[in-house]
């Protein structure tokens, strides 16, 4: 991967982006699109949903997301010592909240917080520090005060992990926001080939960098039900499993390894014909990809996107991710590029007509 692709990933992850707080990241989001696509066809909803259009030679329509919400908190109180409560938005796990540098997002700025510990040497126990409840975490910015502290932060600011992204060795990168920033890269750079490419698609693209996805997605269903798509297609991470020896974890989701390309899932509710097309892609243009299984109920957008207008066929591609939800998730570069390579050969494919219909 070109540095300048490694260097516009990175600023896309440091963008903070929580569920409900997606305007930046919208926005710049939009801004890049607008480099490469007519301004007609670049849009923002009043959700922060980002829409872009690459209109086909055919009815049939394709919709490509990836979520550009991530993980966070909200405040929620402040006590009369001055140390401030949280809840999460979306997922998280409060046993690694202990010591960890976090960010307030206030109307004024940003203010750096951290999450306090007890004393190493004082702990006898270590399940005397793990925090159980949220509201157990006290939210430290310095003064012990709470006029002082109220003075700078609000109830309802959101906050996010302290923003990162580091190189480990070889293509293995390793940040906060991962999920699903990996997947709005994945889109803009499909886009950016798409583009550049000077060829039209068969089908009308309809690429969404879609809000709130960790709380739900519902914000995403009214561009469902207005653009109705013939087929659905999810670009989000999924569990890896080689970060340790875990046969466990391998048995329960099924064998993951970064750096050995982009996940296919095969199963309930994953077009049978869609599916043998992508995978023929990726035979064809000898592309690495993994598989991992669809049970129906597998945490994606496509679980209830597959039911609504009357039927929507869906493929879900994932991208393998260890230490997911957590400010140390790690990547491979080389599935990336296995995902852009994959979803713009499937796009171009003169069979994808066929496929799509109903």
């Known amino acids: 991967m070109k540095s300048k692709q490694i260097k516009f990933l990175e600023t896309l992850v440091k963008i903070p982006s929580p569920s409900g707080f997606e305007e930046s990241i919208a926005e710049y989001i939009k801004q890049e699109l607008l480099q490469i696509l007519p301004k007609t066809k670049v849009k ?7 829409i872009a ?21 909200i405040v929620t109180n402040i006590d009369r010592k001055g ?7 979306g997922g998280g796990d409060k046993s690694i909240l202990s010591a960890r540098d976090l960010v307030i997002l206030t109307d004024k700025g940003r203010i750096n917080a951290v999450v306090n510990r007890k004393h190493t040497h004082l702990v ?33 600011d959101p906050v996010i992990y302290r923003p990162s992204f580091n190189h480990l060795r070889e293509s293995f990168y390793s940040g906060y926001g991962f ?38 997605g519902a914000k995403l269903r009214p561009l469902v039900k207005k653009y109705k798509p013939d087929l659905f297609v999810e670009v989000d991470v999924t569990f890896a499993t080689d970060w340790e020896d875990d046969d466990d974890l391998e048995r329960e989701v ?10 296919l899932y095969r199963g309930v509710d994953i ?33 209830y996107i597959s039911c609504q207008e009357n039927g929507i066929k869906t493929l879900v591609l994932g991208i393998p991710l260890r230490n997911m939800h957590s400010p140390t998730e790690i990547i491979n570069l ?4 296995s995902a852009i390579q994959l979803l713009t050969n499937f796009l171009f494919r003169r069979r994808i007509e066929k496929v799509l219909e109903r």
């Open 334 to 337: 080389r599935d990336l590029n």
């Open 271 to 303: 077009d049978k014909n869609c599916f043998k097309l992508l995978k023929s892609t990726a035979k064809n243009h000898k592309i690495n990809v993994q598989y991992q299984a669809s049970t129906g109920q597998i945490g994606y957008t496509t679980d």
């Open 83 to 89: 140390f401030i409560s949280l809840q999460y938005i």
């Open 179 to 216: 999920d699903d920033k990996t997947g709005c890269f994945i889109l803009l750079e499909t886009i950016r080939e798409i583009a550049h490419s000077k060829k039209k698609p068969i089908p009308t693209l309809i690429f969404v960098f879609s809000a709130q996805e960790e709380t739900g």
């Open 44 to 50: 923002v909803d009043s959700f922060n949903n980002v």
């Open 124 to 156: 006898e126990d270590e399940n005397d520090v793990q925090i159980e409840r949220m509201h157990e975490a006290a939210i430290d910015i310095g003064p012990r005060s709470r006029k002082k502290v109220q003075a700078a932060v609000k109830i309802g």
């Open 254 to 263: 099924g064998k993951c390894e970064l750096g050995k390309g982009i996940v």
């Open 53 to 73: 259009v690459i209109r086909g030679t055919s009815d049939k329509v394709v919709m490509i997301d990836a979520h550009l919400d991530q993980i966070g908190f």
